[in-house]
Antibody, heavy 121, light 106 residues
Framework: QLQLQESGPGLVKPSETLSLTCSVSGGSISSGNYYWGWIRQPPEKGLEWIGTVSFNGATYYNPSLKSRGSISVDMSKNQFSLNLSSVTAADTAVYYC?????????????WGQGTLVTVSS | DIQMTQSPSSLSASVGDRVTITCRASQSSSRYLNWYQQKPGKAPKLLIYAASSLQSGVPSRFSGSGSGTHFSLTISSLQPEDFATYYCQQSYNTPFTFGPGTKVDI
């Protein structure tokens, strides 16, 4: 059964870079039928689509990130990662990694449990 | 960006009730509409994709309908495990956007 697990620091200082990794088990990240994505949820708020990466490194980012985001894939480790630079308190959120269908419906059908990242000095 | 709205923002219901949640898009999303269920402290779970297709493993009491700008999620007979927050998400245009959520409680 496919499982995703986020890891990374739970506390990041303002202006620094948030770095998270999603480890995938029970399936290969190199499958061409899926994208791998990041979605976040500020405390007590709704969901925001951050971006996706394909197995061959093609990426999409939400313009709301203002070019601060970077998503990469490491097929040798079956992992993908998110870097978000110049963070502010507004980036405080639970960050989820997810598998996204490769068809036109772009549905997130498997999710990690989520990891809370707090931006604070 | 396509803005998504949901109504109601919250509702109270009882076990066995039929519940319908509405999602509207600011512009046509064709049938590129997904529904998720989220319980407190948990990740969202995909229920419905392509407006009306039931995700594998999801009980048949969940159903979706609609196209264009008006969509709905119906729970035919509410079960105790269905008390949660429900989100719609359009996947017609990037950036993909979610509705603000509808909380279903007792």
């Amino acid at each position: 059964q496919l499982q995703l697990q986020e890891s990374g620091p739970g506390l990041v200082k303002p202006s620094e870079t948030l770095s998270l990794t999603c480890s995938v088990s029970g399936g290969s990240i190199s499958s061409g039928n899926y994208y791998w994505g990041w979605i976040r949820q500020p405390p007590e708020k709704g969901l925001e689509w951050i971006g996706t990466v394909s197995f061959n490194g093609a990426t999409y980012y939400n313009p709301s990130l203002k070019s601060r985001g970077s998503i990469s894939v490491d097929m040798s480790k079956n992992q993908f990662s998110l870097n978000l630079s110049s963070v502010t308190a507004a980036d405080t959120a639970v960050y989820y990694c997810a598998r996204v269908s490769g068809d036109e419906y772009n549905r997130a059908d498997h999710w990690g449990q989520g990891t809370l990242v707090t931006v604070s000095s | 960006d396509i803005q998504m709205t949901q109504s109601p923002s919250s509702l109270s219901a009882s076990v066995g009730d039929r519940v319908t949640i509405t999602c509207r898009a600011s512009q046509s999303s064709s049938r590129y509409l997904n529904w998720y269920q989220q319980k407190p402290g948990k990740a969202p779970k995909l229920l419905i994709y392509a407006a009306s297709s039931l995700q594998s493993g999801v009980p048949s009491r969940f159903s979706g309908s609609g196209s264009g700008t008006h969509f709905s999620l119906t729970i035919s007979s509410l079960q105790p495990e269905d008390f949660a927050t429900y989100y719609c998400q359009q996947s017609y245009n990037t950036p993909f956007t979610f509705g603000p959520g509808t909380k279903v409680d007792i």
